[in-house]
């Protein structure tokens, strides 16, 4: 098994800056890929950005250029730096973990606003 605990979401103006953590423990060593993911009020759930073990990522369209994904690997945290942030990056963060199964944290609420 593995836990996800994601933390530092919240509310921010447009054009400001979050970052976002996933502790993650237990079954570390099975762990192949985490990123995160979001979900938006009545929309489907969608990739943001993912990250190997490798360090290889790959990122949707819309947080190219403004979010990055990064791990400490000592720690067993994934991070996601956000940028430039939009009104409609508004939606809860979801950290995810593939290994022989997915796991998902509990998800942190981003809210971007005046």
């Known amino acids: 098994q593995v836990q996800l605990v994601e933390s530092g979401g919240g509310l921010v103006q447009p054009g400001g800056s979050l970052r976002l953590s996933c502790a993650a423990s237990?079954?570390?060593?099975?762990?192949?890929?985490m990123g995160w993911y979001r979900q938006a009020p009545g929309k489907q759930r969608e990739l943001v950005a993912r990250?190997?073990?490798?360090?290889?990522?790959n990122y949707a369209d819309s947080a190219k250029d403004r979010f990055t994904i990064s791990r400490d690997i000592a720690k067993n945290t994934v991070y996601l730096q956000m940028n430039t942030l939009k009104p409609e990056d508004t939606a809860v963060y979801y950290c995810n973990a593939e290994s022989w199964r997915e796991y998902w944290g509990q998800g942190t609420l981003v809210t971007v606003s005046e």
């Open positions: 237990g079954s570390i060593g099975s762990i192949r890929r």
């Open positions: 990250i190997t073990n490798g360090g290889s990522t």
